[in-house]
């Protein structure tokens, strides 16, 4: 996507020039500089038209007038009442939270005149690590047992979805062993098609092996990461059945990968250096000049935010 903003050292940043000619855009634009929010951005999720911080202090923030065009956004809205959550993931003006505890909240009432909603609503769901929310109005979540699941239906009218939620059985994949110069990637994303349900519950086929955490998107493709430490990916494919290596480039092989966040444009990875890369292609990665380690990536359909300490 055309908009991604980032955390460093607790300020935000929104990268400024993405587009499809040139993926991995021109400058670092810092958000919270001379705020009174400076040092004090914990988490970001972004949106192709707002972004949602999380502050150390636990105070959930709403960023208004972002767009492809001015990706930084014009003000900082604070959302009440105030739930320390952890997490925050949003798509399409669906906002979902996740507390320390593992429970998960909808933003409900988000509307054109109240883009950042009136209350929250708890959920009833298992206690999950990490969620994320899908364009397709799925909603997936990874529990504390590393057991993934979902739950369908979300949207603006309903951003809670309905049916249950759903357990994948994640079976055998065919799969290369890593070389001892890679590690276990902490982080993925799951960039979604039309087809993910498919695509994700047709490769699994019942068995031990179980997911670390995830994100999603849409156009890129499908990555996913087993517990067996093993990456596959499968780029601008909608079945999902044929799956490879994320990326064959050298610059690439003896890296040891800390979060990865994928776009409809391309894929972005952060080292565990906190240095970040944008995959190009399946076979082409680029180290991107920042103003320093990236600690948090975060990226909309159409966009990147990072989160610069």
């Known amino acids: ?29 810092n958000v ?34 972002v767009c492809e065009t001015f990706p930084e956004g014009k003000i900082w809205i604070e959302v009440k009442p105030s739930i320390p959550f952890v997490q925050i993931a949003c798509c399409n003006n669906i906002v979902w939270g996740l507390d320390c505890t593992g429970k998960v909240y909808v933003r409900e009432s988000i509307s054109g005149s109240h883009p950042a909603g009136r209350e929250w609503k708890d959920v009833k769901s298992p206690l999950f690590a990490a969620i994320s929310v ?21 949207s603006i009218f309903e951003p809670e979805g309905g049916g249950p939620w759903w357990e994948v059985a994640v079976g055998s994949i065919s799969k290369q062993p890593p070389s001892s110069a890679q590690s276990l990637w902490q982080v993925i994303s799951i960039e979604r098609s039309n087809s993910i349900l ?6 699994m086929g019942g068995g031990s092996n179980r997911f670390l955490a995830l994100s999603a998107c849409a156009q890129s493709g499908i990555c996913l990461l ?17 799956y ?14 800390k979060q990865i966040s994928v776009s409809n444009i391309s894929p972005w990875i952060i080292r565990d250096d906190e240095e970040l ?6 076979e082409k990665a680029k180290a991107i000049e920042c103003q320093g380690p990236v600690s948090l990536l975060t990226t909309s359909p159409s966009g990147v935010c990072s989160h610069i300490p």
């Open 1 to 29: 996507g055309k908009i991604v903003w980032g955390v460093y050292h607790h300020q935000a940043y929104a990268r400024q020039g993405i587009s499809e000619i040139n993926p991995t855009g021109a400058v670092w634009y």
């Open 32 to 65: 919270t500089r001379n705020s009174h929010l400076s040092k004090s951005i914990k988490w970001v999720s972004c949106d192709h038209s707002s972004v949602w911080a999380i502050t150390t202090d636990s105070k959930v923030l709403f960023r208004k007038g």
């Open 134 to 154: 899908v364009d397709s109005g799925i909603v997936w979540g990874i529990d504390f047992n590393s057991r993934l699941w979902f739950r369908c239906g979300a």
């Open 198 to 203: 498919q695509s994700v519950t047709s490769l």
């Open 226 to 242: 087993t517990h067996d430490n093993q990456l596959h990916a499968c780029w601008k494919v909608t079945t999902g059945y044929t």
């Open 244 to 257: 490879e290596p994320a990326c064959t480039d050298d610059l690439l092989s003896v890296s040891c990968w």
């Open 277 to 282: 890369f944008c995959l190009l292609s399946s």
